[in-house]
């Protein structure tokens, strides 16, 4: 059975950092794409980061851009993103994703075909 299994979120004040974490198993992902998403209460899901499956490639939101930063470890098989200078309008549930066989990674959550069940990030003022 294949699982994504964040860890790491928490409450933070503004300013401060977090680490997330993916743990995937039943497959390896080292092949493919994976990435970040995150949704607010009453807003849809969005995009926040992705990496391509040799750790380049990397896309991420405006919105993070110079904050936060993903990486993954293919021999852990293990996605993260670091979460710098955090601010209260980051708050929301973070979910980490994987694509099913592309290498490439992509800004669309339709793209990708696993997903985490979530940890909650808050971001006091």
């Known amino acids: 059975q294949v699982q994504l299994v964040e860890s790491g979120g928490g409450l933070v004040q503004a300013g401060g950092s977090l680490r997330l974490s993916c743990a995937a198993s039943g497959r390896t992902f080292s092949s493919v794409a994976m990435g970040w998403f995150r949704q607010a209460p009453g807003k849809e899901r969005e995009f926040v980061a992705a990496v391509g499956w040799t750790g380049g490639n990397t896309k991420y939101a405006d919105s993070v851009k110079g904050r936060f930063t993903i990486s993954r470890d293919n021999v852990k098989n293990t996605l993260y993103l670091q979460m710098n200078s955090l601010k209260p309008e980051d708050t929301a549930v973070y979910y980490c994703?994987?694509?099913?066989?592309?290498?490439?990674?992509?800004?669309?959550?339709?793209?990708?075909?696993?997903w985490g069940q979530g940890t909650q990030v808050t971001v006091s003022s």
């Open positions: 994703a994987a694509r099913s066989i592309y290498r490439i990674a992509t800004m669309r959550s339709d793209d990708y075909a696993y």
